[in-house]
């Protein structure tokens, strides 16, 4: 048995189904999470997770071991741990973080039944609810530099998000603004230095913006989307975290209002599509 095999499988024991938003079952007779758990939360397959425990996959990518790390929720030190049982290198402070502290962890979940999701200083997602997925369409169903929020707003239509001007603008401005400041924190971020350079290479907007070397500060804004129960207003705010580079994304409505009655039936329809 591996040390990767043992401390995968002792860390899915030791993790409280209640303490990752899972319902709480009397009578469970597998300690922690089920390996079944741990696959959806980690969006891997389950035959995986069976492979890593049994020591029969010895080699998972960076990707995948930073996903164990957010779903078994993980200190730095077991993190980096994680990473060198895994053989890999363990995240420096010289390239964007990806992990989700215990304590960023519990402040989320404390937020409330709310669409929220946990970004990373360049804006990658990383970690969403169910009422995010249903209002702005599932992460899990996009990969690779499509879950990035800069590269899909200079490079897709985003029909399904109305605003105004104003907000474009503005919006458009601080998305740049933040890679730029994550570009020179993370000098040593490969794969921020290629973004930077497949958005100047795609997108002449990004490419005139990054060149006006503008620094600007997110505010509280109010957008449209279009959903399956109608179009719900919502009003966006971008929370940080101390001590961390990430940033949660939160959406509420007006108390009372037939936005916020919208929201309640999409949170009973999920994903589903309405015919």
């Given at each position: 048995?591996?040390?990767?095999?043992?401390?995968?499988?002792?860390?899915?024991?030791?993790?409280?189904?209640?303490?990752?938003?899972?319902?709480?079952?009397?009578?469970?007779?597998?300690?922690?999470?089920?390996?079944?758990?741990?696959?959806?939360?980690?969006?891997?397959?389950?035959?995986?997770?069976?492979?890593?425990?049994?020591?029969?996959?010895?080699?998972?990518?960076?990707?995948?071991?930073?996903?164990?790390?957010?779903?078994?929720?993980?200190?730095?030190?077991?993190?980096?741990?994680?990473?060198?049982?895994?053989?890999?290198?363990?995240?420096?402070?010289?390239?964007?973080p990806q992990h989700i502290s215990?304590?960023?962890?519990?402040?989320?979940?404390?937020?409330?039944?709310?669409?929220?999701?946990?970004?990373?200083?360049?804006?990658?997602?990383?970690?969403?609810?169910?009422?995010?997925?249903?209002?702005?369409?599932?992460?899990?169903?996009?990969?690779?530099?499509?879950?990035?929020?800069?590269?899909?707003?200079?490079?897709?239509?985003?029909?399904?998000?109305?605003?105004?001007?104003?907000?474009?603008?503005?919006?458009?401005?601080?998305?740049?603004?933040?890679?730029?400041?994550?570009?020179?924190?993370?000098?040593?971020?490969?794969?921020?230095?290629?973004?930077?350079?497949?958005?100047?290479?795609?997108?002449?907007?990004?490419?005139?913006?990054?060149?006006?070397?503008?620094?600007?500060?997110?505010?509280?804004?109010?957008?449209?989307?279009?959903?399956?129960?109608g179009p719900i207003a919502i009003?966006?705010?971008?929370?940080?975290?101390?001590?961390?580079?990430?940033?949660?994304?939160?959406?509420?409505?007006?108390?009372?209002?037939?936005?916020?009655?919208?929201?309640?039936?999409?949170?009973?329809?999920?994903?589903?599509?309405?015919?």
């Amino acid at each position: 048995m591996s040390e990767l095999s043992t401390v995968l499988r002792a860390w899915r024991e030791r993790t409280r189904p209640e303490e990752v938003g899972l319902p709480a079952i009397p009578g469970r007779r597998t300690p922690g999470l089920r390996r079944e758990e741990l696959a959806a939360l980690a969006t891997v397959s389950v035959d995986y997770i069976v492979r890593l425990e049994q020591g029969r996959a010895r080699h998972p990518s960076a990707q995948t071991v930073a996903a164990l790390a957010r779903a078994l929720r993980l200190t730095d030190e077991e993190v980096d741990h994680l990473y060198q049982v895994a053989g890999l290198a363990s995240p420096s402070g010289h390239v964007v973080p990806q992990h989700i502290s215990p304590g960023v962890r519990r402040m989320v979940d404390r937020l409330g039944d709310v669409p929220l999701a946990v970004f990373t200083a360049t804006w990658d997602i990383i970690h969403w609810n169910g009422l995010w997925a249903a209002i702005s369409g599932d992460p899990a169903q996009r990969q690779g530099v499509d879950r990035n929020v800069v590269w899909r707003h200079f490079t897709d239509d985003f029909s399904d998000v109305s605003y105004d001007d104003l907000h474009h603008e503005e919006f458009s401005d601080d998305l740049v603004a933040d890679l730029r400041a994550a570009h020179a924190r993370y000098p040593d971020d490969r794969t921020l230095r290629d973004l930077v350079t497949r958005l100047r290479a795609t997108s002449s907007d990004f490419d005139t913006r990054w060149g006006r070397v503008s620094m600007s500060v997110h505010k509280s804004s109010r957008k449209v989307m279009t959903t399956s129960v109608g179009p719900i207003a919502i009003d966006c705010d971008v929370l940080t975290a101390p001590g961390s580079d990430l940033r949660i994304v939160v959406y509420t409505t007006a108390p009372g209002s037939q936005d916020e009655q919208r929201l309640d039936l999409l949170r009973v329809v999920g994903t589903q599509t309405l015919v």
